[in-house]
C-alpha cells in the first residue's frame, strides 16, 4: 500500500508522486534483460504504478513516522506505519536501501536465516531481501529481484524493528495492547489466536490502540515497565472486519493472496502507558464459561519466554538474562492472566464486559479473577 | 553427600522473588526453576559455600527444630538442585 499524499505534512501530491516513483523503481528487479518478461509477475503492481509515473531524478524521499516513541526517517513507504509530523525531529531510527553483505566477518552466531556480531544483525529472508540492522538506529536493507513493497514493508516492520527494539534494551513480546484506565492491557498468543481481533473489539468500545503484534515494553521507575504506541495500524482478518462491521479496503491489503487488511483504529493512544496486565489468550472449550485468572509465577514466567515476538531471537541476541529480569519485574508490577474465553462474537460483549470488570478490581487491587455468571 | 561435604552454587545462575516463591534461571538459560518457602531460603543460605551439616543447624535454627529433623528433606531437595546443575557438591577430604 502507498500512503496518499497528506498537505498536512507538507507533502504536496507531485512531491510524493515523484518519491512514489522512485521507490517504485528500486523495488524493480534488478536485471540485465528487459524487466517486462513472464518472471516478473509478481511485481505487476509496481510494473503498473511505474507505467503510470516517470522516473524522475531527484532527492531520496524520506518518510518520517513516530514509532515506539522513536522518530523514523525511511526511504520507502511504510504500509501500515500512519504517517506522523516530525518532520522537525532529528530522526532517531533510519531506514534505507544499501549494500548488505551476504555474511558477517565474525559472527557469534549463525544459522541459514540469520547471523549477528556485536550490534549487528543480519537476516536473509530468499525473495525479499537481506537486512542488516545495526546498533539499533539503523536498518539497511538489499532487495532480491521481484520483492513486493508491501512484502518489504511487513519485514521491516516486524522482524526488523523486533531486532532493533531488542538491541535497544527493549523487551518485545507478541502482543496487541490498547490503553486502559491510563495503564496499558496486552493480549499475547500465537498467530491466529485472535490478539488484534480482541484490541479491535475493545476499540470500538471507546479505547485506544497502543500496539498491534509487536508490543515493545522499556524499562520505567522500579519494576514498571511502559508500553510506546507503535503508531501503526491493525491487521485484521477479512472475516474479523465484516464481523466488527468495518469496511475493508482493497489497497490495503497485507500482502497478495492473503485475506488480512490493515485498518487503522477510531483513537490511537500518543503516550507510553505502564503495563497493567498482560493476558495470555486461551479458546475455552465448549460450554467453558469466560474467566480470567493469575497465573502462577514460573507459569507466568514460561508464558512471556514462549510469547517473545520471536523467541529465537532473544537467544541469537544473547537476550535471555534481560527476559529473564524483565519477566520477574512484569509479575511483580503487572502479574500474567490466563484469559480463557468463546470465541464467538455473538458474544464478545460478555468478553468485554469481563475484561473491563477485571480492569476495575486492578485498580482496587482487590481480586485477581474473574469469570461470566453461568 | 555425607555430613561433611561441603555445598556451593553453581556459577550463573539468576535468581530472583515474586511474592513468596523465588524464580531461577539456569546458567544456559535453558530453564527456569521455581523454589518455594525454605527451598528459596535454602538458595539464600547457599550464598557462601556449607557443609551439610552447617546448612542443616542454620535452617534448623531459623525454623526452630532441630536439625536431625529436617536432614533427610534437605537432602532430597539438594539433590532436586544437583540434578538440575544448580550447585555443586564437593566431598569431604575425610570421607
Not at chain 1, 513507504?77 to 532529528?90: K, N, T
Not at chain 1, 509465577?297 to 529465537?312: D, F, S
Request: charge should be negative; charged fraction near 20%.
Amino acid at each position: 500500500m502507498i500512503a496518499d499524499s497528506n498537505p498536512a505534512l507538507g507533502v504536496t501530491h507531485e512531491q510524493h508522486t515523484a518519491e512514489r516513483s522512485k521507490y517504485l523503481a528500486c523495488l524493480l528487479p534488478r536485471r540485465t534483460h528487459p524487466p517486462f518478461g513472464m518472471d516478473c509477475h509478481c511485481n505487476a503492481r509496481a510494473l503498473g504504478a511505474l507505467m503510470k509515473f516517470d522516473v524522475s531524478s531527484g532527492p531520496t524521499p524520506h518518510y518520517r513516522y513516530s514509532i515506539c516513541g522513536l522518530v523514523v526517517q525511511s526511504e520507502v513507504v511504510l504500509a501500515s506505519a500512519i504517517m506522523a509530523a516530525v518532520e522537525h525531529q532529528a530522526p532517531d531510527i533510519i531506514i534505507r536501501a544499501g549494500d548488505v553483505p551476504a555474511r558477517l566477518e565474525s559472527a557469534l552466531h549463525a544459522t541459514e536465516a540469520w547471523e549477528t556480531q556485536n550490534g549487528l544483525f543480519l537476516l536473509r529472508i530468499p525473495g525479499v531481501a537481506r537486512f542488516l540492522v545495526r546498533q539499533g538506529c539503523e536498518i539497511v536493507f538489499d532487495l532480491d529481484p521481484g520483492c513486493e513493497s508491501r512484502t518489504l514493508s511487513l519485514y521491516l516492520l516486524g522482524t526488523c524493528f523486533a531486532i532493533l527494539l531488542q538491541q535497544r534494551g527493549n523487551l518485545v513480546l507478541h502482543a496487541s495492547a490498547i490503553a486502559g484506565g491510563g495503564r496499558a492491557m496486552l493480549f499475547c498468543g500465537r498467530s491466529g489466536a485472535g490478539k488484534s481481533t480482541l484490541a479491535a473489539m475493545l476499540c470500538r468500545r471507546g479505547y485506544a490502540l497502543l500496539n498491534d503484534d509487536v508490543c515493545n515494553l522499556t524499562p520505567a521507575t522500579g519494576d514498571s515497565y511502559e508500553v510506546r504506541p507503535d503508531g501503526r495500524m491493525l491487521k485484521l482478518w477479512s472475516e474479523s472486519l465484516d464481523k466488527l462491521e468495518w469496511s475493508k479496503q482493497p489497497d490495503m491489503a497485507v500482502r497478495a493472496n492473503i485475506e488480512k487488511y490493515f485498518f487503522a483504529p477510531p483513537v490511537s493512544e500518543a503516550h507510553p502507558q505502564p503495563v497493567g496486565a498482560i493476558y495470555i489468550l486461551r479458546e475455552a472449550s465448549p460450554g467453558e464459561q469466560n474467566s480470567i485468572c493469575r497465573l502462577r509465577a514460573i507459569a507466568g514466567m514460561n508464558e512471556l519466554k514462549r510469547n517473545a515476538y520471536r523467541p529465537a531471537l532473544v537467544a541469537a541476541m544473547e537476550m535471555e538474562k534481560a527476559y529473564f529480569t524483565a519477566s520477574v519485574a512484569l509479575q511483580r508490577s503487572a502479574g500474567v492472566y490466563l484469559l480463557s474465553r468463546q470465541l464467538s462474537f455473538g458474544a464478545a460483549d460478555l468478553l468485554l464486559d469481563l475484561l473491563e470488570e477485571h480492569w476495575n478490581t486492578l485498580s482496587s487491587g482487590v481480586s485477581i479473577e474473574a469469570s461470566n455468571e453461568p | 553427600m555425607n555430613h561433611e561435604s561441603t555445598i556451593s552454587r553453581s556459577d550463573g545462575w539468576l535468581a530472583a522473588p515474586i511474592g513468596e516463591e523465588l524464580m531461577m534461571m539456569s546458567a544456559d538459560s535453558s530453564a527456569y526453576l521455581s523454589l518455594a518457602g525454605s527451598g528459596g531460603r535454602i538458595w539464600e543460605l547457599l550464598e557462601k559455600p556449607r557443609t551439610l551439616a552447617g546448612l542443616c543447624e542454620a535452617l534448623a535454627a531459623e525454623y526452630t527444630v532441630q536439625p536431625s529433623e529436617i536432614r533427610d528433606e534437605v537432602l532430597v531437595f539438594l539433590e532436586g538442585l544437583h540434578l538440575q546443575h544448580a550447585i555443586q557438591l564437593h566431598p569431604s577430604a575425610l570421607a
